[in-house]
């Protein structure tokens, strides 16, 4: 499979944006996709907080299965403040909300004690896709940010006023190298990388490669397949679907969009792909 790298000029653009922004705000959120907790960490943005609190939130909890439950106990046992969330729930709405108040709760005070009230600010940061926008429309109670299901939608950074904290909606930022093919693949699989430069069909055999390995399961009941290569266990799926060309060939690329398709949207239901080894290569731990 070919090396995935993916770093185009906005990217370096708005790191740059974010390491100036950092100074005028408190803490930052860290959004991370739950079923690729180390996979979705950028090393590069938890350096940039330097010395900010920083809160590590889990995302898409509801696309996720116990490994993430595993991870946030990992995470919260090295010492960061961590939790599972769904973006897209408003169950979601006050747990997060305390999470972040008892993250700036002693600066809070500080500005108390000297007479100073202001909002407190978090920069939102996270790789493409993992639910940033959606994220901030929760909390600010309306449709602020602007929200997609592929990677590179926000652009710009938006201030967002969310009761007594303010949010700075920032560009999803991958690291300027992708040193662990591995994980690189797994930010493929759940879209955090832009399509248009992936190999759907090499992106499919490693996803059928890895489901099979950790839940077979799922693919025998939404596919019918029993096992095999990769390539035999692509076959399978693409003449369960009907996706055959005339003169019997099958039609490839119909097969890696309905698996990734599939995958993506939680059809092959919950999963979490990183372990804990993958949290310590990653640095998250």
């Given at each position: 499979?070919?090396?995935?790298?993916?770093?185009?000029?906005?990217?370096?653009?708005?790191?740059?944006?974010?390491?100036?922004?950092?100074?005028?705000?408190?803490?930052?959120?860290?959004?991370?996709?739950?079923?690729?907790?180390?996979?979705?960490?950028?090393?590069?943005?938890?350096?940039?907080?330097?010395?900010?609190?920083?809160?590590?939130?889990?995302?898409?909890?509801d696309m996720a299965d116990g490994g993430a439950d595993g991870a946030?106990?990992?995470?919260?046992?090295?010492?960061?403040?961590?939790?599972r969330s769904d973006a897209s729930s408003p169950a979601t709405l006050r747990p997060l909300l305390g999470a972040m108040e008892a993250l700036v709760a002693g600066k809070r005070e500080r500005f108390a004690q000297k007479g100073t009230v202001r909002p407190m600010r978090f920069l939102v940061a996270g790789i493409p896709n993992t639910g940033k926008s959606t994220l901030i429309n929760l909390l600010s109670g309306g449709k602020k940010a602007q929200v997609g299901d592929r990677a590179g939608?926000?652009?710009?950074?938006?201030?967002?006023?969310?009761g007594t904290l303010e949010l700075l909606d920032t560009p999803g930022t991958m690291p300027p190298a992708l040193a662990d093919q591995r994980l690189a693949r797994r930010l493929a699989y759940v879209g955090s990388i832009n399509d248009d430069i992936l190999d759907k069909e090499e992106v499919a055999l490693a996803l059928l490669e890895e489901l099979w390995e950790k839940y077979p399961d799922r693919?025998?009941?939404?596919?019918?397949?029993?096992?095999?290569?990769?390539?035999?266990?692509y076959e399978a799926l693409c003449a369960?679907?009907?996706?055959?060309l005339r003169g019997g060939e099958y039609?490839?690329?119909?097969?890696?969009?309905?698996?990734?398709?599939?995958?993506?949207?939680?059809?092959?239901?919950?999963?979490?792909?990183?372990?804990?080894?993958?949290?310590?290569?990653?640095g998250l731990i």
């Open positions: 499979m070919k090396t995935i790298q993916w770093f185009p000029g906005h990217m370096a653009k708005a790191m740059r944006m974010m390491e100036e922004s950092l100074k005028l705000c408190d803490a930052v959120l860290f959004v991370l996709d739950a079923r690729v907790p180390a996979s979705s960490y950028n090393a590069r943005l938890a350096d940039m907080a330097g010395g900010k609190p920083v809160l590590y939130l889990l995302n898409k909890a946030a106990a990992l995470i919260k046992g090295s010492g960061k403040a961590v939790i939608v926000t652009r710009a950074k938006q201030w967002v006023r969310c693919l025998a009941q939404r596919y019918a397949i029993g096992g095999g290569t990769p390539l035999e266990m369960r679907r009907g996706f055959v039609d490839y690329t119909r097969g890696a969009l309905a698996l990734l398709d599939d995958f993506r949207k939680g059809r092959l239901g919950r999963v979490c792909l990183d372990n804990e080894e993958d949290l310590k290569a990653a």
